[in-house]
């Protein structure tokens, strides 16, 4: 009995020590980290009430631990509801979202989400992936540019992932203003649907009124010729 209790004991201290390897980042400590030096950060954006963030935390633990005391990297996540301005600094449109940060640029992580895979990318699998500057403080104009262009990575990364990886880097700027634009030229095309049959409505109508007005000016005269006689 005593033994059990003891294998019980020391399960639960290793589980605790695997949780304590994920760096938990804020906003007071999120960027001073992600810009020291030749680190490399593995961060997953993540919440609470997400299953797919709920059925990676247990890989993304495993993956901590193999890298608990590494030299020069480091396993973290972000409670996007906790920490909202983190997320949309980095345009996170979707959860679980994996970035691994190193010397000033993010690279996007768009596979399968086992152990192998995420082990591949953050020790080279990353090199595959685009490279996007790190947010920067400055004219709203550049950081809307800047942001524009992160959405737009993040799309094509999406796009890899359904298969689209063998298209060049235009085709797939083509699809995106493609799916912007069609719905786009769709309600347009209603609208003028509907000005043209307001319109033939209206016109029908003037023409009915005019008919009228012709008819009783008609009926008037023809009285008052009676009248003469």
Same mark, same amino acid.
């Given at each position: ?11 639960? +201290? ?21 810009? !020291?030096? @030749? *680190?490399?950060?593995?961060? =997953? ?5 997400? /299953? ?5 935390? /247990? ?24 920490? /909202?301005?983190? !997320? ?7 959860? &679980?979202?994996?970035?691994?940060? *190193? $010397?000033? *640029? ?9 152990? *192998? ?17 790190? &947010?920067?403080?400055? /004219?709203?104009?550049?950081? +809307? ?15 890899? $992932?359904?298969? =689209?990886?063998?298209? &060049? ?13 069609? &719905?786009?030229? +769709? ?9 043209? $049959? ?23 005269? @023809? ?7």
């Amino acid at each position: 009995m005593n033994i059990l209790l003891v294998l019980i004991f020391h399960l639960a +201290l290793a589980n605790v020590s695997k949780e304590n390897c994920v760096v938990k980042f804020t906003r007071n400590n999120f960027d001073k980290s992600i810009k !020291s030096g @030749e *680190r490399v950060w593995f961060v =997953m954006f993540f919440t609470t009430w997400c /299953p797919q963030s709920k059925k990676l935390q /247990p890989i993304w633990t495993e993956l901590a631990s193999k890298y608990c005391s590494h030299a020069y990297i480091s396993i973290a996540e972000v409670n996007s509801e906790e920490e /909202p301005e983190i !997320s949309r600094d980095y345009a996170v449109l979707s959860y &679980p979202t994996l970035l691994l940060f *190193r $010397q000033d *640029r993010f690279y996007i992580f768009s596979g399968n989400r086992n152990l *192998r895979e995420l082990e591949h990318f953050l020790l080279k699998g990353y090199k595959e992936s685009t490279a996007m500057e790190l &947010p920067r403080e400055g /004219p709203w104009l550049s950081d +809307l540019v800047q942001h524009t262009d992160n959405v737009l990575d993040m799309v094509i990364g999406k796009m890899d $992932q359904w298969g =689209m990886a063998g298209l &060049p880097r235009l085709a797939k700027y083509a699809v995106i203003l493609a799916l912007l634009f069609i &719905p786009l030229v +769709l309600l347009i095309l209603c609208l003028s649907c509907v000005k043209d $049959q307001y319109e033939s409505v209206s016109y029908t109508h003037l023409r009915a009124h005019e008919t009228s007005l012709h008819l009783v000016c008609r009926l008037l005269l @023809e009285k008052k010729k009676k009248k003469k006689k």
